[in-house]
Structure formats: C-alpha cells, structure tokens
C-alpha cells in the first residue's frame, strides 16, 4: 500500500462522513481519481481495492463503484493501523475496560492492569497513557468503536430512538461508562463524538440540532449516571422498571424536541 492511496481513501473517507458521498452514489472512477490527486493508474486501482476492502465501496451494475450503505458507519468507526506503541496502550485500556466490568472503575489498580495486560510493569505505565483521567477517557471511546451508530433508517424520531437505545445499552452493559464518557471534546473521543455527529444530522432540518443532540445524549448519560450511583443488586432486581423509566423519559424529551420552538420535522 502506498501512503498516496491511503490519502486518497481518507480524503473520500471524510467525503463521507460529511455527507458529501452518500450510500449509493457513485464512487470516482479511476480516471477521476488520477485527474483529481494526480495519481497514476496503479495508485488509483489500489485506492479503489482499499475502499472495497474497508468496507466504504462495491461493485454495482455498471463499471464502476458506488459507497455502500454501511460506509458512514463504518468511516466513523475507522481508526488508523496501530503502530507497536499504540498495540501496548490497546492492550493497557481493553484490560482496564474488562477489570471495571468485573469490579467497578473505583477498583481499578495500575498493578492489576498491569497484569491482565500482559505483565507490564507499573512504572511504564506513562509511556503508554498520561493519566488516569486519560485512560477513562480511552476507555470509554473503545467501547464507542466497537459500537458505531446504526444505519440511518426512517424518520427523525426513529434514527434518535434507536441511538440513544443503543447507548443505553452500552451503559448498561458497562455500569462505570456514564462516568467517564464526555460529549464535550471531540478531539479526545472520536468515537463517542460520532454518536453525537449522527444525532445532529438525524436533526439536520433543525436549527438547534447540535443542543438538541447534546440535550439527547446527556439525558442518556445522566439516566444511566443515576443507577450507577445505586446498590448493583437492587439495580439488578429492578432493570425491567429502570429500563421502562428510561424509555418514559426518552418519549417525553423527543415530544418535546416536536414542539419545540414551534418546528416540526417529518
């Protein structure tokens, strides 16, 4: 792979992620490519492999390719090949991520990582993460990746519903999340601020789409705050009942976002 196609494929990967390239359109032919980044032939056929291989283009009827329907997806899950260093800091927060399921965020111990990561040793710890509050903040845009937002289907309400469902889950599948996940700096979490980029662009017609999307995701987050703040056992004997309030409040919000400021969406 040369490092010109893979600009290539990142330039078309924003494309995407803009909005610009949406699934069905047609993907540049090699001819473009050549004319658009002055490439030669064989560097624009392997842009296009890369983009089949990635998941963001296929084969259609004609000559040609066309992005795929889970190419915006799958562009706001990619992330770039881990050098060695970055292999050392994956193992150090997908060990972290799995010591806070077992026993809690307030448990975790640079020892026991340590351990589970394979037998680091404490004090290289900092060569790999700066801090603790940077290793939550790693922590919980993993999880974001390997959870991508679904595939844009249907009205507003209904791409809002099945997003904040689906974050729901995630905290409640990891009860310590709610507590480090932030909405506030993209930079630091590119897969958590993805959730939020979806939101708004469910919300495009709007034009308080970007707090109405924060507004969404906070009441996600601080719903499941709450009952992380509880006894697991009693959180547990009454999932079926959080999982109802949850839903009462979410239907009640999105009614709200309906009415508000007098806009209707369709």
Same mark, same amino acid.
């Given at each position: 792979?040369?490092? =010109?196609?893979?600009?290539?494929?990142?330039?078309?990967? *924003?494309?995407?992620?803009?909005?610009?390239?949406?699934?069905?359109?047609?993907?540049?032919?090699?001819?473009?490519?050549?004319?658009? $980044?002055?490439?030669?032939? @064989? &560097? @624009?056929?392997?842009? #296009?492999?890369?983009?089949?291989?990635?998941?963001?283009?296929?084969?259609?009827?004609?000559?040609?390719?066309?992005?795929?329907?889970?190419?915006?997806?799958?562009?706001?899950?990619?992330?770039?090949?881990?050098?060695?260093?970055?292999?050392?800091?994956?193992?150090?927060? /997908?060990?972290?991520?799995?010591?806070?399921?077992?026993?809690?965020?307030? /448990?975790?111990?640079?020892?026991?990582?340590?351990?589970?990561?394979?037998?680091?040793?404490?004090?290289? =710890?900092?060569?790999?993460?700066?801090?603790?509050?940077?290793?939550?903040?790693? #922590?919980?845009?993993?999880?974001?990746?390997?959870?991508?937002?679904?595939?844009?289907?249907?009205? $507003?309400?209904?791409?809002?519903?099945?997003?904040?469902?689906?974050?729901? *889950?995630?905290?409640?599948?990891?009860? $310590?999340?709610? +507590? &480090?996940?932030? =909405?506030?700096?993209?930079?630091?979490?590119? /897969?958590? @601020?993805?959730?939020? @980029?979806?939101?708004?662009?469910?919300?495009?017609?709007?034009?308080?789409?970007?707090?109405?999307?924060?507004?969404?995701? /906070?009441?996600?987050?601080?719903?499941? #705050?709450? +009952?992380?703040?509880?006894?697991?056992?009693?959180?547990?004997? %009454?999932? %079926?009942?959080?999982?109802?309030?949850?839903?009462?409040?979410?239907?009640?919000?999105?009614?709200?976002?309906?009415?508000?400021?007098?806009?209707?969406?369709?």
């Amino acid at each position: 792979m040369t490092r =010109f196609a893979a600009d290539i494929v990142a330039d078309l990967r *924003r494309r995407i992620l803009a909005g610009d390239l949406r699934p069905g359109h047609d993907i540049p032919s090699a001819k473009d490519i050549m004319a658009e $980044w002055d490439a030669t032939m @064989a &560097t @624009a056929y392997k842009a #296009m492999t890369l983009l089949r291989e990635e998941g963001l283009a296929a084969k259609h009827r004609g000559p040609g390719l066309i992005v795929t329907a889970d190419a915006p997806a799958v562009a706001a899950a990619w992330q770039p090949p881990p050098a060695h260093g970055d292999v050392t800091r994956a193992r150090i927060v /997908n060990a972290a991520i799995e010591l806070a399921d077992a026993d809690g965020l307030g /448990n975790l111990s640079l020892r026991l990582i340590g351990q589970r990561a394979g037998g680091l040793v404490t004090g290289t =710890f900092y060569k790999w993460v700066q801090d603790r509050a940077e290793l939550e903040v790693l #922590m919980a845009d993993a999880v974001f990746a390997k959870h991508p937002p679904p595939k844009p289907a249907g009205g $507003w309400r209904a791409q809002l519903e099945r997003l904040s469902r689906l974050q729901w *889950r995630l905290y409640r599948q990891h009860p $310590w999340l709610a +507590l &480090t996940v932030s =909405f506030a700096d993209p930079s630091l979490s590119p /897969n958590v @601020a993805a959730h939020l @980029a979806w939101a708004e662009r469910a919300l495009a017609d709007r034009p308080d789409a970007a707090p109405l999307a924060a507004a969404l995701a /906070n009441f996600v987050r601080g719903s499941a #705050m709450h +009952l992380e703040q509880e006894d697991r056992r009693a959180r547990k004997a %009454e999932a %079926e009942a959080d999982a109802a309030l949850f839903e009462f409040g979410l239907q009640h919000l999105l009614d709200g976002f309906e009415r508000a400021a007098g806009y209707h969406l369709h």
